[in-house]
Nanobody, 121 residues
Framework: QVQLVESGGGLVQAGGSLRLSCAAS????????MGWYRQVPGAQRELVAD???????TYADSVKGRFTISRDNAEKTMYLQMNSLKPEDTAIYYC???????????????WGQGTQVTVSS
């Protein structure tokens, strides 16, 4: 059983910073792309940023220059450094790993439970 546990969310004033972490537990042979998504009530979950196994990153236009995604392959952990936060960044943030549990397994997507980020104006 693969589990992803997020941490680091909370309440911060506009202009402040937060660092989210996502750690995987359970049997995992390899992790391909890791990503952060966010969702507000009534809206679809959207991609914030993702990072491939080799370190190629993609960011939503709304967070470019403010957020930085990184990963530690050995520890199967991913981070999201969020700077210059804005009230519109308020959402539940989810992490997702595209991983292979065993060497012969197909790749599957695994999601964390979500962590609330609230930015006050």
């Amino acid at each position: 059983q693969v589990q992803l546990v997020e941490s680091g969310g909370g309440l911060v004033q506009a202009g402040g910073s937060l660092r989210l972490s996502c750690a995987a537990s359970g049997i995992i042979f390899s992790v391909n792309t890791m990503g952060w998504y966010r969702q507000v009530p009534g809206a679809q979950r959207e991609l914030v940023a993702d990072i491939t196994r080799t370190g190629t990153t993609t960011y939503a236009d709304s967070v470019k220059g403010r957020f930085t995604i990184s990963r530690d392959n050995a520890e199967k952990t991913m981070y999201l450094q969020m700077n210059s936060l804005k009230p519109e960044d308020t959402a539940i943030y989810y992490c997702k790993f595209n991983a292979r549990r065993l060497w012969y397994s197909d790749e599957s997507d695994y999601w964390g439970q979500g962590t609330q980020v609230t930015v006050s104006s």
